[in-house]
């Protein structure tokens, strides 16, 4: 893998910001741009490859939506499984759920009772760290269905926003910092 601070500063040309989405005051990073072009989106995927390519993991959960587009390849890249952590309605079998805050409201996330084993050596992956209310949640459930959560990625973390914080004790790995 290429010098890591070097590819986050190459990927972070191509993330564009974009005002008052979904609400007026929120600034968005859309990674849109940086999908578009395979170049980058190669890279962020093998970041996270490089990053868990030591630590067994035997399963990647991804939050939806944009969660699944780095944690599927990141799984398959490594030989292991993928998991959806849903939103609320979207998952046909039995599941768990758990509800939990946004920085601009409220929303619920779901994931399938039986998609992970007990022990299971678990990593979680999504494109942004914000607040930590839907990755706090995935998070939980993952425990819940009694994954061994190994760690927690993000292509971006917004710092001051301080969503690290309610993860508590657990790894937590981000490329790009704003």
Do not use: N
Not at 59 to 83: D, K, N
Not at 90 to 106: F, H, I, T, V
Not at 107 to 133: K, M, N, S, Y
């Amino acid at each position: 893998m290429q010098d890591r601070e070097r590819v986050a500063r190459d990927l972070r040309q191509r993330i564009r910001d974009v005002p008052d989405f979904p609400l007026p005051g929120i600034l968005f990073r859309d990674i849109t741009p940086l999908l578009q072009h395979p170049p980058s989106f190669r890279a962020c995927v093998d970041l996270f490859v490089d990053h868990f390519k030591d630590s067994q993991v035997e399963v990647f959960a991804g939050i939806e939506s944009r969660g699944f587009l780095f944690a599927a390849p990141v799984a398959l890249a490594l030989g292991a499984g993928f998991v959806p952590v849903r939103k609320a309605g979207k998952l046909p079998a039995a599941k768990l759920l758990r509800s939990y805050a946004l920085e601009y409201g409220e929303a619920a996330i779901e994931l399938h009772r039986d998609a992970v084993r007990p022990g299971q050596r678990v990593a979680l992956v999504d494109d942004l760290l914000a607040t930590g209310g839907t990755a706090e949640a995935a998070c939980r459930l993952l425990e819940e269905a009694g994954a061994h959560l190994v760690g927690v990625a993000f292509l971006i973390e917004l710092d001051s926003l301080h969503g690290r914080d309610r993860l508590g004790d657990r790894e937590v790995t981000a490329f790009i910092h704003y």
